[in-house]
């Protein structure tokens, strides 16, 4: 799940960065780290016979002081400074992280290299390509203790061969003061109070656009081809990713349309970055429009670190990494106990009832969806 609103940190194919808390680093230290210290070693004993060794996630059940794990994202991933150094004050183990490309390709790259998998944890795949990487069979399943704290609908394998971490909707964004009147669901965009107004993502290039697609289909069924033909009529505009619409074609980035397909965390970030600051955001959310996107992750097949890929992904469900997440990659934690920042809980519009597809719905027609999207909209 790209996000719109941190700082990327871009590197090549293949590049690693090396994550690791030696050499007396003065980085801050993050969100709830002392909290969680406690947490962290206590929260899970070490299971009773019944259960196999490798569920535990105490810090003394990874075997070997100071190995290493590599976790492989898009290069969207972000963390406060001090989050993964909390991992290895704990553990032991250092994180040595490698970003490739967007969900797409990380998802793409992982099933090239099963074989011999570039990482030992995968983070970043979503609902959306999910199946794909499930169907490839790159996970190691693994129940961590700490899912206990997951909501089920959440929880989209039952195998647990995918832990998710967090999640966000993507939905059509607006620019209050730029429309004649609040729209008020998907069918209002294509009234003529909204002609030449909405600008989208192709969904061959941009996981957003895909997500607004599905939405679509969600929402509509068979009738989301007619739906697109109405946008199309009504002078729906088309960029090839995120950047090209918020920033280029929308309001905010200096353009002259007042609708776009964002994020529902949009509002709040445009708070927090304001210029001047500001106590109100511009922006709202039609909540009607809102897909679901939840990303996981997940133990590459053919670790060499089976232990401490556990505890990685046990880390990713604490208090420490998921109070990191909301600022870094405006997408919201999966835990009942982690804290919101104050713009969230205010500026966040919350959709109640997300759309969203199954994965393996997905998987089957993806490439129909988007061919027949180009005919329609594009031709």
């Given at each position: 799940?790209?996000?719109p609103f941190t700082l990327r940190l871009i590197v090549a194919l ?82 040595e992280l490698l970003e490739v490309g967007d969900a797409g390709t ?248 997300p759309l969203m597809l199954d994965p393996a719905e997905i998987e ?16």
């Open positions: 799940m790209k996000s293949g590049a690693v960065v090396l994550i690791a808390a030696a050499c007396g680093s003065d980085t801050g230290t993050a969100t709830g780290d002392t909290d969680f210290d406690d947490d962290f070693v206590t929260a899970s004993p070490a299971p009773p016979e019944t259960e196999s060794p490798s569920a535990a996630s105490n810090a003394e059940d990874v075997p070997v002081e100071g190995t290493t794990v590599t976790l492989l994202s898009h290069d969207s991933f972000t963390l406060s400074d001090g989050t993964l150094e909390t991992f290895t004050e704990l553990t032991g183990v250092r994180v990380l998802v793409a790259e992982a099933i090239l290299t099963k074989d011999t998998p570039l990482g030992d944890v995968m983070f970043g795949i979503d609902n959306t390509f999910l199946q794909r990487g499930l169907d490839a069979g790159i996970f190691v399943p693994y129940e961590s203790p700490r899912l206990v704290d997951v909501a089920a609908d959440l929880q989209l394998d039952p195998s647990h061969r995918v832990t998710p971490v967090d999640y966000g909707d993507v939905c059509v964004n607006y620019w209050k003061d730029a429309l004649p009147r609040e729209p008020v669901g998907l069918a209002d965009l294509t009234h003529a109070d909204f002609a030449d107004e909405l600008v989208v993502q192709h969904p061959e290039t941009s996981s957003v656009g895909l997500a607004f697609l599905l939405a679509t289909i969600a929402a509509f069924g068979d009738g989301w081809e007619q739906y697109w033909a109405d946008l199309r009529a009504n002078g729906v505009a088309v960029t090839a990713g995120w950047e090209d619409a918020y920033y280029g074609e929308f309001i905010a980035g200096g353009g002259e349309r007042s609708m776009v397909v964002s994020y529902a965390s949009s509002p709040p970030a445009e708070v927090i970055y304001a210029d001047p600051p500001t106590d109100v955001a511009p922006t709202g959310v039609i909540t009607d429009s809102c897909y679901r996107q939840i990303e996981f992750a997940g133990i590459l097949s053919g670790t060499d670190n089976e232990a401490g890929a556990q505890a990685l992904i046990d880390f990713m469900l604490s208090e420490t990494w998921q109070n990191d997440v909301p600022l870094n990659m405006f997408v919201y934690p999966v835990i009942s106990s982690a804290a919101l920042p104050p713009e969230f809980v205010e500026h966040t519009a919350v959709p109640a009832a089957a027609n993806r490439d129909a969806w988007t061919e027949r999207w180009v005919e329609i909209v594009l031709r």
